[in-house]
């Protein structure tokens, strides 16, 4: 197994692309963790780390539809989604880039 940190923070930054294609941002990092979970040290549990967190995040917009309806609380939703689909990927490539672990609040552990 490689070290390649720029690869990591690479992972935690593709997730970005759902602002551009808009579903890139899972399809990316998926196919990164898949490919390269076995060949470079740390990818596994950045991966799932990423994994879990759009999960979490797509649930989460999903709760947060019926929500418009009582009193455009789900709006709050989709701006509070919104912020952390921009600010995590961020703060967990920095982490990255210094040999931390990655942490995504709210993330259920669907892989672990």
């Not at 759009?54 to 609380?73: D, H, N, T, V």
């Amino acid at each position: 197994m490689k070290e390649d940190k720029q690869l990591l923070v690479i992972t935690h930054l593709s997730q970005l692309l759902d602002f551009v294609t808009g579903i890139g941002g899972f399809i990316v990092p998926l196919v990164l963790w898949l490919t390269k979970k076995d060949e470079i040290f740390g990818m596994d549990v950045h991966g799932k780390a990423i994994l879990n967190f759009r999960i979490s995040m797509f649930i989460y917009l999903l709760l947060c539809i019926p929500l418009i309806l009582f009193l455009g609380l789900g709006i709050l939703g989709f701006i509070a989604i919104g912020i952390f689909y921009l600010i995590f990927p961020i703060i967990n490539a920095i982490k990255a880039s210094n040999d931390e672990a990655p942490n995504y609040p709210l993330s259920i552990q669907f892989l672990k």
